[in-house]
């Protein structure tokens, strides 16, 4: 049987996050204010059944399919909640779990950094897929598992507050998030982001 780690669904793709998405996703890319869903399981190589169920379920299109050994992720999207919901509960239905079976995340890591170097900044602009962040600005770091909820971390933040991603690693054994910008906003967007998880309902892992 399946464990089901991460179970998660996002009302509306903010724009820096569908636009990360685009540079790391090897799938059919969202857009901005598309919904998408985030599932992760283990064993990693039932994911093709998870995907091949949500795709025949409704009209909805895969951002990312990654499978490894030992836990598989899925990201689906669509112009129409209703169709991610409904693909979401079709893989359920498969997987005979409902969405509470999920593990409630954990935050493992949560911290700000304020007025970043310069040297420091150029580290961080080597490994980012997203934006860059300059030297003088703050900058979020969260570490979370499971490794999905990243993606919830990040786009919440994105909602709440004129921030900068600069990097959502949401497969492994642990997800992060990077984030850049005025002092005032990642204050904003980081609490925005531990709500959010924090707010997940689940089993614990």
Do not use: C, W
Not at 103 to 113: A, E, F, M, R
Not at 127 to 133: A, E, Q, V, Y
């Amino acid at each position: 049987m399946a464990e089901l780690r991460t179970y998660v669904f996002l009302d509306s793709l903010q724009p820096q996050h569908a636009s990360f998405l685009a540079t790391v996703a090897k799938g059919f890319l969202p857009t901005a204010g598309q919904a998408s869903l985030f599932v992760e399981i283990a064993p990693g190589i039932a994911i093709n059944s998870v995907t091949d169920v949500a795709l025949k379920s409704t009209n909805v299109t895969p951002g990312m399919q990654i499978v490894e050994r030992q836990y598989g992720m899925l990201e689906i999207h669509s112009d129409s909640q209703a169709d991610v919901r409904e693909a979401g509960r079709a893989i359920l239905r498969e997987l005979d779990l409902k969405e509470e079976d999920r593990i409630k995340p954990k935050v493992l890591t949560s911290q700000v950094i304020r007025s970043v170097s310069d040297y420091q900044t150029q580290l961080i602009n080597r490994m980012r897929h997203g934006n860059m962040i300059v030297p003088g600005e703050t900058m979020y770091v969260m570490e979370i598992a499971p490794a999905g909820y990243a993606a919830l971390a990040a786009n919440e933040a994105e909602k709440a507050a004129h921030i900068n991603i600069l990097e959502v690693r949401a497969t492994g054994s642990f997800g992060r998030v990077y984030l850049g910008g005025d002092e005032k906003d990642i204050d904003v967007a980081y609490r925005a982001a531990e709500q959010a998880v924090e707010a997940i309902v689940g089993r614990e892992g």
